[in-house]
């Protein structure tokens, strides 16, 4: 009786954590509730990747309420299948208010690998709860799939259920085009109702495109809850309600998309102003020349092929890889060509074309940062014709081409921003003490002696001597670097202030290359702020040391992540001793417009609104001249100087990507700049053809911006470009 009791009151608490629709389940912890007085329920939403993980919690006391406050430490250890060169534990605090029945929250869990296993321990002043860790089975939806895009579905309350905009997307071309999967071999469905479209989604094993459905009130308050994401669909309705009733979310959602990121937003008025929609703070652009048009989209969807319905397999092996597992289709397996026919047949709204006046009265391209809004006038474009989604294709969706992060394989670029004057063996320096030795030892000591007629002696000096010149070369090598820790950052910072006046607030980009090298004091390791998305750059020989044995989460592994009330604390192999580290790091923000430009006048005057000095600062104006100026301080007016050439280019050169020139020749045998982020390759775009009313500035770097609060700066510089108003 007690166990069947037991189990009706489990099957309650599952579905009351069931309540959150698209989160699933992971386990319940601590292993002894009853001991501790409450259970911690832990989910995730579907659908794992790079970036950060939310994580949802929800504590949950064993009587009527919390009968006192509860300040607890948590300890997360996730897993992969074998060990990596990058397992972690990650902790945080969280306290339980006195007097509820329930408390829920939600953390954010950076995720470098596959997590295959999640271990949790939970401490009360110091006190492990339960005698042994909390271990969890992530289910196979929540884990990352190798997805070359992951995109997130906004769903709709059932208050709206009525609407034509409501109902859940019928994806099958999306699959298709995007994720480059089969062709659906159900023409005679014109579209899926709401059941067969989620069932669509849950049963996705054959496609490079996964999805992440998420309820209204599940949005994130941080922009990290979408750092996973490449693109999320969204009915226009819901963002624009949002606007006015959870504006601190849509915020986050926008700040993602400034950083590369896409919203595809349909259901929106035809011909919309930014006007209308005081959250776009940047007027539409031409679609023109943000759509790819392909008069034939079938030629884009290689119907040549077999229609490989083939899933996605995983081997844990090689850091994780992924590959299509298509030796398990049938030989029988059609052809795309005679499913493609099949929908022609039947004039399916995925093989529908239209001219190209037609395609782009049917949306509007909002830029946003680096990212854009998409605003699609049909209340319901599902599934949508594959042109349609082929002509939306057209920026860089894919995580690894926005970030230029890529765990599995290593990234050459550590090489190149490496502070060259430490962490080397001083070669040239050690050649001249040996050969000074080497005299002193030989010829000399041996005259010596043999004048003074104590050859003898030679028998014991020898090894004296060379005893302490060794020392003596250990001693230098080791004080060579000095004792002071050291920072290289090169921060990068986007600025899109179009269709804005000058003290309107504007997206704003930050990406920096940061390389800490501590030489004895490593204790207090990096801090970043809470919103930022911080990626080691790990060089690829580091990742080969792969050995393949199981991961282990008894221990809490070399890399430890502290989340505190507004940082997370990076420590341990995160910042070793006299080992360079490298780390890419984005934050999104609002602000000001850095300077003020006087177009009117004659000639052009700048006015800096930065705290830091301008270095030097460029401006190509409406009329495509360009002006000059440098040595600016803060607050500071001046008149610009004209120059007739793009002087952009000369700027940035040394700084976007790093001067070859006093790199040292073992770096630079190694080092490669292929893998830029998008920002990197954006602005590198825009200093070699700056657009009109655009500037360019260089000066220091902020305070606030080092991890590592004591530190010797090396090479440190901030370059700021972008649209004017």
Known sequence: MKRILAVMILMQLLLAVGSRAETLLLGVAPVNPKQAGFRLWVSMPRLGGD????????????????????????????????????????????????????????????QFYRWERLSLRISEDGRLLGDVPSTFNPPQTTKNWGQHISVGVLTCPPTDSNQPWARFPDLRSLVTVLGDGPLDDRPQIKRFTNKQARDYVDQLKHSWVRFRIIDEDEMQRSWLGYSQLDLLLAPFPILDRMSR??????????????????????????????????????????????????????KQLSLDRNNDTSSIDYQPWGFGTYYTNSYTVNATVRKRQTLYDDLTAVNHPMVKRVNRPALLAQMQIVPHGLGRVVLLSASDPFPGSFQLWQALDAKPLKWKQRQGIDYRKGNDSYWAWLMPAVGQPPVTMFVILNGLFVLLIGPVLYFVLRRRKRLYLLYFLAPALAFLVTTGLFCYAYISDGFDNRARIRQLTWVDARGKDTSDPCPQIDQSRQTYYTVIDNQQGLHFDDQSLVLPVHHSER????????????????YRIEQTSQSRRYSGAFLPTRDQVHYLVTRPSI?????????????????????????????????????????????????????????????????????ETGMPAPYLSRASTDDRSYLEDRMRRFSQSPPQRSFLLSTEVDQDVFALRRCLQDQCVRLIGGRLP
């Not at 990742?543 to 070399?558: H, K, P, T, V, W």
């Not at 850095?594 to 460029?618: C, G, M």
């Open 51 to 110: 970036g950060f993980q939310p994580v949802h919690l929800k504590f949950q006391a064993l009587g009527k309420q919390f009968n006192r406050q509860r300040r607890l430490r948590l300890q997360f250890r996730p897993r992969a299948q074998y060990a990596t060169p990058l397992d972690f534990q990650y902790s945080c605090d969280v306290t339980v208010p006195e007097g509820q029945r329930a408390y829920e929250t939600s953390i954010l869990v950076p």
């Open 245 to 298: 009733e959870q504006p601190e979310r849509l915020d986050a959602l926008l700040k993602w998309a400034s950083t590369g990121g896409q919203i595809w937003a349909y259901s929106a008025p035809a011909d919309l102003g930014t006007a209308a929609v005081p959250w776009l703070t940047t007027p539409p652009d031409s679609a023109v020349n943000q759509i790819q048009f392909y008069p034939d989209p079938a």
């Open 543 to 558: 990742l080969r040391r792969n050995r393949y044995y199981s991961a282990d989460d008894s221990r809490s592994g070399e």
């Open 591 to 659: 602000g000001e417009v850095p300077v003020e430009v006087d177009f009117k006048a004659y000639p052009v005057r700048l006015t800096n609104r930065l705290s830091t000095p301008i270095r030097q600062a460029a401006i190509r104006a409406a009329d495509g001249s360009y002006w000059t100026a440098s040595n600016l301080p803060p607050g500071a007016t001046t008149e610009m100087t004209s120059t007739p050439a793009n002087v952009f280019g000369a700027m940035a050169t040394g700084f976007i990507d790093p001067a």
